[in-house]
């Protein structure tokens, strides 16, 4: 999905995100110079969802806050008061903080291992070093509870 077409269900989803936040750039007298633009980006970049307060400019703001939004790309999800609230993704599907309504999460990334859990119950019990002369205890390498005497699984 691309953040240029956010519904009013994930816009009133990002407000209440970005209602415990605190502004991270404020607009002053320079109003929205190249710098000002370039602290915007950068705050996208690390927070995805980001408040702008002004200081200055206040009767101008909701002319600003769109042309602010179109120089970043970002998405321009709402104005409380003097404080503009703008959503932009992160590039790397990874480093993403915020998850829209109706979207999945991401699988988990696993470390593939090279034990297998039936062998690895199997060679526990043969050796003696597993979970049949600990009685109640999880196996040392896969961590499957013993079915013997468990008090986790019920067993007898």
């Given at each position: 999905?691309?953040?240029?077409?956010?519904?009013?269900?994930?816009?009133?989803?990002?407000?209440?995100?970005?209602?415990p936040?605190k502004?991270?750039?404020?607009?002053?007298a320079?109003?929205?110079?190249?710098?000002?633009?370039?602290?915007?980006?950068?705050?996208?970049?690390?927070?995805?969802?980001?408040?702008?307060?002004f200081?200055?400019?206040k009767?101008e703001r909701?002319?600003?806050?769109?042309k602010i939004?179109e120089s970043?790309?970002?998405?321009?999800?709402?104005?409380?008061?003097?404080?503009a609230?703008?959503?932009?993704?992160?590039?790397n599907?990874?480093k993403?903080r915020?998850?829209?309504?109706?979207?999945?999460?991401p699988t988990?990334?696993?470390?593939?291992?090279?034990?297998?859990?039936?062998k690895c119950r199997?060679?526990?019990?043969?050796?003696?070093?597993?979970?049949?002369?600990?009685?109640?205890?999880?196996?040392?390498?896969?961590?499957?509870?013993?079915?013997?005497?468990s008090?986790?699984?019920?067993?007898?």
């Amino acid at each position: 999905m691309t953040t240029t077409a956010l519904t009013g269900k994930q816009k009133k989803h990002l407000r209440a995100l970005a209602h415990p936040l605190k502004p991270v750039v404020l607009i002053g007298a320079n109003g929205a110079n190249e710098n000002v633009i370039e602290a915007i980006n950068d705050a996208l970049d690390r927070h995805e969802l980001i408040k702008i307060r002004f200081q200055e400019h206040k009767e101008e703001r909701k002319q600003i806050t769109p042309k602010i939004a179109e120089s970043t790309g970002a998405v321009w999800v709402g104005m409380v008061g003097h404080v503009a609230l703008l959503f932009r993704r992160h590039k790397n599907p990874e480093k993403r903080r915020v998850l829209l309504p109706g979207e999945k999460p991401p699988t988990p990334r696993t470390k593939k291992t090279g034990f297998d859990a039936k062998k690895c119950r199997t060679d526990n019990r043969r050796s003696g070093t597993g979970r049949s002369d600990r009685k109640g205890a999880d196996c040392r390498v896969c961590r499957v509870p013993d079915r013997k005497g468990s008090k986790r699984t019920g067993g007898r």
